[in-house]
């Protein structure tokens, strides 16, 4: 079992910036390819960003390609997603999601454990 809790959200202005972090315990972080995804009121739970095991791969959504970035402390068994250049449209539920596999994936069912969420609100 891996257990993820991530921090770091809150109310922004559009334009300002936030950084999620997500703990885990459990099994070896970095055992795991990491990624965050986002769900909106009313919305499917969608992509934002995977980094994979090593930080050697990462992959963005195009909605968030070159605000958005990606980073991992093994050491600190921490993920992290810096935040840039906020819009009204990134308000949303993010959360972080583990992946045993090297490189992880762009799709929600791949990945074997869930943080609880932590709310963003951008507004305008």
């Known amino acids: 079992q891996v257990q993820l809790v991530e921090s770091g959200g809150g109310l922004v202005q559009a334009g300002g910036s936030l950084t999620l972090s997500c703990a885990a315990s459990?099994?070896?972080?970095?055992?795991?390819?990491m990624a965050w995804f986002r769900q909106a009121p009313g919305k499917e739970r969608e992509f934002v960003a995977r980094i994979s095991r090593s930080s050697g791969i990462t992959n963005y959504a195009d909605s968030v390609k070159g605000r958005f970035t990606i980073s991992r402390d093994n050491a600190k068994n921490t993920v992290y997603l810096q935040m840039n250049s906020l819009k009204p449209e990134d308000t949303a539920v993010y959360y972080c999601?583990?992946?045993?596999?090297?490189?992880?994936?762009?799709?929600?069912?791949?990945?074997?454990?869930w943080g609880q969420g932590n709310q963003v609100t951008v507004s305008s």
């Open positions: 459990g099994r070896t972080f970095s055992n795991y390819a």
């Open positions: 999601a583990a992946d045993r596999r090297q490189y992880g994936s762009s799709w929600r069912y791949d990945y074997d454990y």
